[in-house]
């Protein structure tokens, strides 16, 4: 399974030169099956570049979007989609994580705030219909969760023929004040993952101003992967003001704590490029 990151950031998109290293455009993450399918995780910002890459590549045929939820840092790479615009193609659009969620196709494209309607688009945009759990995508089985955010947001365990087993898992608040999932229960559900993708947004400091709001502290993202121990932890969704030079600070430390409590842990910061090969374990 081959994952690629296209946007890192959580928000609103957050260019300049203060983020350049890690990048400023918001949740898009690219997986590629080992039997070649492409996934395309959450519609960011990060979207366009992706979308760009696939049409050059001649890999734009049919890809398959899973959306985490639908507020604007998650579908605004949507309308740039370049495969949308080649009648060629089709995009495979998954359920949502919730009924209120599965308006959001008329809400984009509704000549309002996109000058192009959902009739328009050349081309085919395609509703699955998984029917039973997990979903079955390509060579992979692909397991649902719902996470603790205002409006509601899923995360998905994506588990591949070959054995390689990736969670993406934002907006997400672990210990959030009235939990639909418990730290324990989402370290239950990602159990021998070989990558943990995981909404890092805050920082202790911004407590308790932001306590409820849907997001997680890095300090308590660590304590999670100290009970999930996958191979691989990606912090992800990074707040619009963090520089570079405080995600550089944000990943030594958290380097230096789970070298005490979870050394079997590797971390890595996500940023826009960053390419992972997972081979399962
Ligand atoms: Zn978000
Ligand atoms: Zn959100």
């Not at 370049?82 to 008329?106: G, S």
Request: proline share 6%; glycine share 8%.
């Amino acid at each position: 399974m081959h994952v690629t990151f296209y946007g890192v950031r959580g928000s609103v998109p957050a260019p300049g030169p203060q983020t350049a290293r890690y990048g400023g455009n918001t949740s898009c993450v690219e997986v590629r099956l080992a039997d070649g399918t492409t996934l395309a995780l959450d519609a960011g910002t990060g979207l366009r570049a992706l979308g760009n890459i696939l049409v050059r590549e001649g890999r734009a045929e049919r890809v398959h979007l899973l959306l985490s939820h639908t507020h604007w840092d998650h579908v605004l790479g949507l309308p740039f989609f370049a495969p949308l615009w080649d009648k060629a193609n089709t995009l495979v659009v998954y359920p949502l994580a919730n009924e209120a969620q599965q308006r959001f196709q008329r809400n984009i494209f509704d000549d309002i705030h996109f000058p192009v309607s959902v009739h328009d688009i050349p081309a085919r945009v395609e509703l699955a219909r998984p029917g039973e759990r997990p979903w079955r995508v390509g060579s992979a089985l692909v397991h649902c969760v719902q996470l603790n955010h205002p409006g509601g947001a899923q995360g998905f365990l994506i588990e591949d023929a070959d054995g390689a087993r990736l969670a993406y898992l934002t907006d997400n608040e672990l210990n959030a004040p009235n939990p639909v999932i418990t730290t324990e229960a989402l370290a239950r559900f990602c159990e021998n993952a070989d990558l943990v993708i995981h909404d890092s947004q805050y920082v202790a400091s911004d407590m308790p101003q932001k306590l409820g709001w849907g997001h997680s502290q890095v300090d308590h993202v660590l304590g999670f992967a100290a009970l999930a121990e996958p191979l691989r932890l990606a912090l992800f969704h990074h707040d619009p003001d963090r520089t570079d030079a405080a995600l550089d600070r944000i990943g030594e430390g958290a380097r230096a704590w789970l070298a005490e409590h979870a050394p079997s842990v590797e971390l890595l910061v996500a940023s826009e490029g960053l390419a992972l090969e997972l081979v399962g374990r």
